[in-house]
């Protein structure tokens, strides 16, 4: 944990309360926190400060706001994946999270199994949110949107995130075009299921504005894939 997010409530006073279970347990048990430290703390949505610790005990630690620090900036990418397997999900939701993906979208397809739509981690994508913000220290959670027909969003939804200055690339092994480098511009990702897309979806994908590129001779697993497309794509060296 970076920093500490608290709700928009508990921060109306002069006095700040981080009264989380989860929060105080972390911080007494891995940062030994005491009276006189800073912490970095997050507002919901809203602002980054730096804080002065006023008060400690096992239920409560009590904060004083010191200054606003800045938010780290999003990377300008809609990322859409194959619903995968649901613990395979919980992954892949926190570190898209914390590398700063600004919009998720979570698609079917042929290969998804239909028992994942009714997996309860779907129910849980807010905490694993909050976990990849407090890894990242951000404080904007990115919008999940689910999609459980995959040829109404390719031929509905998708053209209408796509235009000259915001292209689609779908990871596509079996294809000569490689994935882009170091671009400079807004994107959606694509990423299908283990074993891939099937061909009758890349075509309908194609059809549909996008481009299917390659990341090489390797088959990865979808945790995999994503970290190395987006530190490709949005790579600064």
Known sequence: MNIVLLDSRQTQSDIWKISSDRQIA???????????????????DGDRYLTEIIAVSEREVLLRPIQKEAVPAKLPVTLIVALPRPKVLRRIIMDAVTMGVQHIRLIHSYRVDK??????????????????????????????????????FVEDVLPQLIDEHCPAYVAHPYTEQKMPFAIEHA???????????????????????????????????TETAIPYVLGRLFSTC
């Open 26 to 44: 972390h911080l007494n048990s891995h940062l030994a926190v005491k009276v006189g430290d800073t912490l970095k703390v997050g507002i919901r």
């Open 115 to 152: 028992s994942y739509w009714q997996t309860p981690f779907l129910q849980q994508l807010e905490h694993y949110m909050t976990l990849g913000l407090e890894q990242a220290g951000d404080t904007i959670a990115p919008k999940i949107e689910l999609h459980k027909r995959f040829k109404p």
């Open 187 to 221: 994107c959606t990702v694509i990423i299908g299921p283990e074993g891939g897309f099937i061909p009758y979806e890349i075509d309908l994908l194609i059809k549909n504005g996008c481009q299917a590129v390659s990341l090489g001779n390797r088959i990865l697993r």
